[in-house]
């Protein structure tokens, strides 16, 4: 062994979650869209929750705007019985009474659950229009969708306090884009009060869902434009020392397709998966730009600075310290394209354990909850990459 290599830090000398996380003013859980898959993000908070890790500001695009509302809208003691119940709910349906091993009979057995998701909905969700929206006159309430939502309205009354969502303990924001002028926008607890129309847009995917009307606009889901919230948090003026748990359920690296089915399921982890790493570059770019013009503006004399100069060097006294830690759903080999509308219990209860376990394997990793020096800026893990494990 080197003797000049460093010696692997024991464990007993790695500082305690708690004592890692006081230096954040902000802890923030970051949804991605994608149906069913979101039974993963319900996973992670599931470990986060027992390891004592409350987000602050919750945020999300459709199936992620659902979950980041029911956890943003209960108490803790709650939080995890209104996210079980709502994924036991819509995942209630039963497939096969037996599944043999073996993945061609697990995708055979997906592949029915998909369908029946198609003909019949989901309870508490969506349900099938009676009349398909082709054969309904222009201007008609169901010619612009395949399925009505009016369910998903009931069930986010029943499972949230919409009261504690907007008491400001904690902060909730959902993205959307406006159908008329293609416009993105998010609905944010901190600047306005949010209702179930607005979870309801961020999820309103076209055409199997109808737009929602808000404030006299119509929105559909926000995942057309952007699939996650990332890029939001970092804009904001008001960031400050931030942890973020972004959860993604499209990874953007996969295997070169051999088949249709693999294209078709390839063409969408690449439409939808989040480019965490544009943002986070374009973050960090912004991030030594500001430390290069502090840098020089602190060159020059006090008496010769302009106002602006003052203003710029206030602005920048706190540059903020952002650490993200990225966990993305990684796809088994039998589920097909359809996997973000495949709603069956096994596979609900297969991708919250995939979100629990890789959420407790980063928390073991506790060094990456550090918080980065104020040089770096800005430092994203990701379990999946740098794990050598």
Known sequence: MDARAPKPKLRSEIPPIEELLAPYKMIGLVLQGGGALGAYQAGVFHALHEAKIEPEWLSGVSIGAINAAIIAGNRRENQLDRLQEFWRMVSDRKIWLFTPEGDVFRQFRNQASAMMTTLLGLPGFFAPRDINP??????????????????????????????????????????????????????DSAIERIEPEHVMASGALPPAFPAVKIENEYYWDGGIVSNTPLQYLLELEELTDSLVFQVDLFSARGELPRDMEAVVGRHKDIMYSSRTRNNTDAFRRIHNLRLKLREALLRVPEDQRTKDDRAILASMEDVPQVNIVQLIYQQKSYEGHAKDYEFSGTSMREHWAAGYEDTAKTLRHRLWLKIPPEDVGMSVHDVHRDDPS
């Open 134 to 187: 082709w054969l309904q006159f222009a201007g008609a309430s169901g010619a612009t969708s395949f399925y009505d939502t009016s369910a998903l309205r009931e069930t986010l009354l029943r499972l949230i306090d919409w009261d504690i969502l907007n008491n400001q303990e904690r902060r909730l924001s959902v993205g959307a884009v406006n159908v008329r002028t293609g416009n993105f926008r998010y609905f």
